[in-house]
């Protein structure tokens, strides 16, 4: 009765295994060479932002690049943590996007972005186009949340 019980589990086992290495791979692979990369946020990198705000309900935090130094704008004038700045700038900048949903049937509240909890604003370059994402609700996993990248039609 175990060796049964255990021959079903390892045939399991090697079905879902099998899964994996011949279609979800395979899937990833010709998303990534249609793509170009991985379904990042967006095609910047940390050393083209030069300026970052963050903007909640109750407080807004804004920080400046000056000679590869961070200072903080608001709401004190201040060095800022260098670390913790440029944490902050990869994390949403290597955000990748899991799911797309079109927010023209549903509306933005059904979303959490009718009132989004924070607003990060990327200034690329001096002059160059923000990028403004705008920050919902979590997902049901809690691992994820819905943003809003600039005024687009999707989540």
Not at 30 to 36: I, K, L, P, Q, S
Request: net charge negative; charged share 25%.
């Amino acid at each position: 009765m175990r060796f049964k019980t255990t021959a079903i589990l390892i045939a399991i086992a090697a079905v879902v295994l099998a899964y994996f290495f011949f279609v979800e791979q395979p899937r990833h692979k010709r998303h990534v060479a249609r793509t170009g990369r991985e379904a990042a946020l967006t095609k910047h990198n940390v050393d083209e932002i030069t300026r970052v705000s963050i903007t909640r309900p109750d407080v807004t935090l804004t920080f400046e690049r000056e000679n590869n130094i961070w200072q903080m704008l608001e709401p004190t004038a201040d060095e800022a943590d260098q670390s913790s700045v440029n944490t902050l700038i990869h994390t949403v900048i290597n955000a990748q996007i899991e799911r797309r949903f079109s927010i023209g049937e549903t509306g933005l509240a059904e979303y959490g972005l009718d009132q989004p909890s924070a607003t990060i604003r990327l200034a690329v370059g001096s002059g160059g186009d923000d990028l403004v994402l705008r920050v919902g609700d979590f997902a049901l996993t809690k691992h994820n949340c819905f943003v809003r990248v600039g005024d687009g039609s999707d989540v």
